[in-house]
């Protein structure tokens, strides 16, 4: 059997459940983020987004920080879930500080941006007031496209990255789902072309043969040759940074999801087929699977949330009936967990933030073991997943 050698950890997944139901686990969660959520819109200026704490206190950032969408787009979830018309009002006031970032493609970054805050809105109101902001962000990000290499550069050259010509992070799959549903609303097939090439040249590259991932591809602009593979972020250049095996997993879910494509359904397997054998027994990843100091070394909050909301979303998609169970299984394991005292905040704490113990970036000394916009977004997601309301 494909899968057999995970078989042992499915058992201690569901050894591990604990009594709340998930309706009381996600009541509970989402009522805690009503509260901290609208506490948390009092300490932002005009123009300024959430993006972590420092001792406790808030530390905001500018709409053009790659993080900006989250927040808004957790305040859409918070309404899906509640129905609360006051926090209807703050997401949407708080995705129109992003317009201007809608208009310009800075960095790949614009479908984080735009497809969390404009992207949910649209979703999850069906308003056409939020529809042309996603068009726009998708043909801004177009620009980003090299057929040379059959994928958008994520960060632009500087001479602060000397080493670098046409950088391509794993962090890019993410960004793909804002040109699918660009396409879907605007009908230009290039925009879904565009992804799926992406994906494609990703699929290619990026992985290694036990299907965990390098965070950056490097490219030749003129070429498409691959000039360095390397993991930025993470541990070592051939250690699997946890974050980055969790935006693949997701990735690849959501373009089989959105392109029907066999190869992106068989790539997401695989990695899912390659990521929990190696999870803690809650669930919850050391922020590098290969950082030699584990146990002793920090969890990644994010990574996990991540993960589940990409776990259970396949757990559906699947065909594998065995894979299919146990990546909704651990889904559901590391949920309780991120739902547990351990790392979900008590209301009034945390910077109004939801979880603890998240890892922006280890080896750059920044957001250690702290809260992230982002890992709040994906818990809110992934719990609305568990509950069929996405």
Same mark, same amino acid.
């Not at 950032?61 to 053009?64: E, G, H, T, V, Y």
């Not at 990574?303 to 990409?310: F, L, Q, R």
């Given at each position: 059997?494909?899968?057999?050698?995970?078989t042992?950890?499915?058992?201690?997944?569901?050894?591990? $459940?604990c009594?709340e139901s998930d309706?009381?686990m996600?009541?509970r969660?989402?009522?805690?983020?009503?509260?901290?959520?609208?506490?948390?819109?009092?300490?932002l200026?005009? $123009?300024?987004?959430?993006?972590?704490?420092?001792?406790?206190? *808030?530390i905001t950032?500018?709409?053009?920080w790659?993080c900006?969408?989250?927040?808004?787009?957790?305040?859409?979830?918070?309404y899906?879930?509640?129905?609360?018309?006051?926090?209807?009002?703050?997401?949407?006031?708080?995705?129109?500080?992003?317009?201007?970032?809608?208009?310009?493609a800075?960095?790949?970054?614009?479908?984080f941006?735009? /497809?969390?805050?404009?992207?949910?809105a649209? =979703?999850?109101t069906?308003?056409?007031?939020?529809?042309?902001p996603?068009?726009?962000?998708?043909r801004?990000?177009c620009?980003?496209?090299?057929?040379?290499?059959?994928?958008t550069?994520?960060? /632009? &050259?500087?001479?602060? =990255?000397?080493?670098?010509?046409?950088?391509?992070?794993?962090? /890019?799959?993410?960004?793909?789902?804002?040109?699918m549903e660009?396409?879907k +609303?605007?009908g &230009?097939?290039?925009?879904?072309?565009?992804a799926i090439t992406?994906?494609?040249?990703?699929?290619?590259?990026?992985?290694?043969p036990?299907?965990?991932?390098?965070?950056?591809?490097?490219?030749?602009?003129?070429?498409?040759?691959?000039?360095?593979k390397c &993991?930025h972020?993470g541990?070592?250049?051939? $250690?699997?940074?946890?974050?980055?095996? $969790?935006?693949?997993?997701?990735g690849?879910?959501m373009?089989?999801?959105?392109?029907g494509e066999?190869?992106?359904l068989?790539?997401?397997?695989s990695?899912?087929?390659?990521?929990i054998?190696r *999870?803690?027994?809650?669930?919850?990843?050391?922020?590098?699977?290969?950082?030699?100091a584990?146990?002793?070394?920090?969890?990644?909050?994010s990574?996990?949330?991540?993960?589940?909301?990409?776990l259970?979303?396949?757990?559906?998609?699947?065909? !594998?009936?065995? *894979?299919?169970?146990?990546?909704q299984?651990?889904?559901?394991?590391?949920?309780?967990? *991120?739902?547990?005292?351990d790392?979900?905040?008590?209301e009034?704490?945390?910077?109004?933030?939801? +979880?603890?113990?998240?890892?922006?970036?280890?080896?750059g000394?920044s957001?250690v073991?702290v809260?992230?916009?982002?890992a !709040?977004y994906y818990?809110?997601?992934a719990?609305?997943?568990?509950?069929?309301?996405?």
């Open positions: 059997m494909r899968f057999r050698c995970i042992f950890i499915a058992a201690l997944i569901l050894a591990a $459940s009594g309706e009381s996600c009541t969660v989402f009522n805690l983020a009503l509260t901290q959520y609208k506490a948390m819109d009092t300490l200026g005009e $123009s300024e987004l959430p993006r972590t704490t420092e001792n406790d206190s *808030l950032s500018k709409p053009s790659w900006a969408g989250f927040y808004p787009g957790s305040l859409w979830y918070i899906l879930q509640t129905g609360d018309t006051e926090v209807k009002a703050l997401a949407e006031k708080n995705t129109h500080k992003l317009y201007q970032e809608t208009q310009k800075r960095s790949h970054d614009i479908g941006v735009t /497809n969390c805050s404009y992207g949910n649209w =979703r999850i069906g308003d056409t007031c939020w529809r042309k996603v068009i726009d962000a998708a801004a990000l620009s980003r496209f090299n057929p040379a290499v059959g994928a550069m994520s960060w /632009n &050259t500087s001479p602060k =990255r000397p080493q670098w010509k046409y950088p391509v992070i794993i962090d /890019n799959m993410m960004n793909l789902e804002l040109l660009a396409h +609303l605007c &230009t097939d290039s925009l879904r072309e565009i992406h994906a494609r040249t990703t699929a290619k590259n990026h992985f290694r036990d299907f965990t991932c390098w965070h950056v591809v490097d490219y030749d602009p003129d070429n498409g040759s691959v000039r360095m &993991t972020q541990y070592s250049d051939d $250690s699997a940074w946890a974050r980055g095996q $969790s935006w693949g997993l997701y690849y879910t373009m089989y999801r959105e392109s066999p190869e992106f068989k790539q997401a397997e990695i899912a087929g390659a990521l054998p *999870l803690p027994e809650d669930g919850i990843p050391y922020w590098d699977y290969d950082d030699p584990a146990p002793s070394t920090y969890r990644d909050a990574a996990g949330a991540i993960m589940a909301s990409a259970l979303e396949l757990s559906r998609l699947s065909t !594998d009936t065995v *894979l299919a169970d146990l990546c299984k651990t889904a559901r394991r590391q949920l309780k967990t *991120l739902c547990s005292a790392y979900l905040a008590p009034g704490s945390n910077g109004h933030f939801l +979880l603890r113990h998240s890892v922006g970036n280890m080896p000394g957001e073991d809260p992230l916009t982002y !709040d818990l809110l997601e719990l609305l997943r568990l509950s069929g309301k996405l």
